[in-house]
């Protein structure tokens, strides 16, 4: 019996390339509504998870599932509900923006209409008659993007959506990612960046390898990996017997310094302690901070113990 | 096996306009055109020439030019647009492959189809509004056997497209599938000899003393068979210089073999497009 609450699903998901296992039984689970964040270092084997339940790679053993219907041999017609955007996408270079939409609009039998709208949307109504071959890669993603939105479709599957774009445009996609979430659409989408994933991602499923790692709200891995916050100081006079007497404060776990700062991992308890010893042997505090666990630092954890959380 | 006759005509309506919008479709008929008014003229020495021997000089040239205008048109449709990623866009859409793989047929088959007729069609006017009379039968089914040569290339090179993966080593496939129509003639001919064939027979065109396998280069060559194919609408019976009366050869057991040079390879890129991971 198929949860309507799960739009999106691989259940042990395989796919083996010769003697290269890209994916190893990956099972995941995407929730309507939801940005899911597919994040793993390049390799780990994100967009052929991503083209095996676009029905584009067949893959070895396992399913996936489109809501509630399995990709190879569920029809074609589950893929309607679906926008996808390819990692490193290309059109036809010979034809215009305008003529590439229409004709994706003719492949999804959607009204010619939107067009138009869609080109304001991503920002390249200037660029409507110019042939895609002259494009610059940031203009081709935007365009992709537009593409996907043919059709309203109520699933956005997109790999890599912010790759190649710059830092304004990276603005648009994720304010634009956030709207369609907000209408309502499910988002999933990889990236190896962590700061976009951690801005945008109700949920995340980190995979290396082929294999899952994890999958939880990010709060919830970093939690449970016991990744705490650390207490960021910049000081004068630091130097080695200064920092050999914060280790040795109760509750501090570890501490590193670089040139005029110190990051201290260490219980909440334990930040006023440090301070006040600092202050008491004569440094000077010129600027503190507490820094809050980052996807970061789990992703990191995580890969480097290669194991559950 | 259902399928969405409108997701075939998008294909195919795509692949045409393609073709009309680089002026591909304007230089084809421009070719075949002015290829066929220098064979009049060269048939008719100086004048325009009868049609049966314009066609005679044309088919020596357009079983050559076809072929590699019909591979030019097919060798990247799967493989090139596979590797530059735009294929993956399409295929996402709902769309089954065998949609996508029947539009580009389709759609590359009416561009050649189509250049074939204008410039053919307006070319056997000139010629039989100068020469006052034209044998129109035998002109029209060269034209056809011209767009099913075409055809036949295109499917063809849609087979190899669909298996290789890369645009380059299907570019290498295409001149390959292009000089095997060449190819297997010398083959057989070099059977020919190294099994007792007479140079004698071969210089002086007397060949009755052929064995009939010879002549089944004719169905092993497309090219082959479709000149010979020409030939007989025409009602001769010369091929290359030789006299030939091999009972099995007609017009309809060639027209059957170049059908079945053209279904075949469909099939096979049905199959490996199906396969393949895009």
Avoid at chain 2, 50 to 76: F, H, K, R
Avoid at chain 2, 215 to 222: D, E, I
Wanted: charged residues 20%; aromatic residues 8%; contains cysteine.
């Amino acid at each position: 019996m198929h949860d309507p609450s799960i739009v999106i699903e691989t259940r042990d998901l395989t796919k083996r390339f010769k003697d290269l296992l890209a994916v190893d039984s990956l099972s995941m689970k995407v929730r309507k509504g939801e940005i899911y964040g597919f994040l793993g270092p390049n390799g780990a084997g994100k967009s052929t998870t991503i083209k095996m339940i676009m029905g584009l790679f067949h893959p070895t053993s396992g399913k996936a599932y489109i809501n509630g219907k399995p990709v190879n041999g569920g029809g074609v017609e589950l893929r309607r509900d679906v926008g996808f955007l390819p990692e490193r996408i290309s059109f036809y270079d010979n034809l215009t923006p305008i003529q590439t939409l229409n004709f994706f609009c003719e492949l999804r039998n959607v009204d010619k209409s939107v067009v138009p709208s869609l080109l304001r949307d991503v920002g390249l109504e200037d660029a409507a008659n110019r042939k895609v071959g002259t494009f610059s890669k940031g203009m081709t993603q935007l365009l992709g993007i537009a593409q996907a939105m043919i059709g309203d479709p109520s699933i956005y599957m997109l790999d890599e959506p912010m790759g190649g774009l710059d830092a304004r445009w990276v603005k648009t996609v994720r304010d634009k990612l956030r709207t369609l979430n907000e209408q309502g659409a499910t988002i999933i989408f990889s990236s190896h960046i962590l700061s976009e994933v951690q801005a945008l991602c109700h949920r995340v499923a980190i995979i290396d390898n082929g294999r899952l790692v994890a999958e939880d709200t990010i709060d919830n891995i970093s939690g449970g990996l016991h990744i705490r916050p650390r207490l960021w100081i910049q000081s004068t006079g630091l130097n080695e017997k200064m920092l050999s007497w914060i280790r040795e404060i109760e509750g501090v776990e570890d501490v590193v310094a670089k040139g005029d700062t110190v990051t201290i991992t260490c219980d909440a308890q334990a930040r006023l302690r440090v301070m006040n010893t600092m202050q008491d042997r004569g440094l000077i505090i010129k600027d503190f901070r507490t820094l809050e666990p980052t996807l970061e630092e789990a992703f990191v954890k995580l890969l480097s113990e290669g194991g559950e959380p | 096996m259902s399928l969405n006759p409108r997701s075939v005509y998008v294909i195919a309506k795509k692949e045409f306009a393609d073709n009309v919008r680089n002026r591909w479709i304007v230089a084809l008929i421009a070719i075949f055109l002015i290829l066929t008014i220098a064979s009049a003229f060269m048939a008719g020495e100086g004048s325009v020439g009868e049609m049966d021997l314009t066609v005679g000089v044309l088919m020596t040239i357009s079983s050559m030019l076809v072929p590699i205008i019909a591979i030019m048109l097919g060798y990247a449709t799967i493989s090139g647009e596979a590797e530059s990623g735009a294929l993956s866009v399409v295929l996402a859409c709902p769309i089954r492959r065998i949609e996508v793989l029947l539009g580009k047929f389709l759609g590359l088959g009416s561009v050649i189809c189509f250049s074939i007729i204008v410039g053919f069609g307006i070319s056997g006017m000139i010629i039989a509004g100068t020469t006052g009379h034209a044998q129109w039968g035998g002109y029209v089914a060269f034209i056809l056997l011209t767009m099913l040569l075409g055809l036949l290339y295109v499917s063809l090179s849609m087979s190899f497209s669909a298996l290789l993966k890369r645009r380059v080593t299907s570019l290498g496939a295409g001149v390959v599938t292009f000089f095997w129509g060449m190819i297997i003639g010398t083959i057989m001919m070099g059977l020919f000899m190294s099994t007792g064939g007479s140079m004698n027979d071969l210089i002086s065109g007397d060949t009755s003393s052929f064995p009939d396998w010879f002549w089944f280069t004719v169905f092993l060559s497309p090219q082959d068979g479709n000149q010979m194919a020409a030939m007989l609408a025409f009602g001769q019976t010369e091929f290359m210089g030789f006299e030939f009366d091999v009972p099995w050869i007609d017009l309809s057991s060639l027209a059957f073999a170049q059908l079945l040079w053209t279904i075949v390879p469909l099939m096979l890129a049905y199959r490996w497009f199906e396969k393949r991971d895009i």
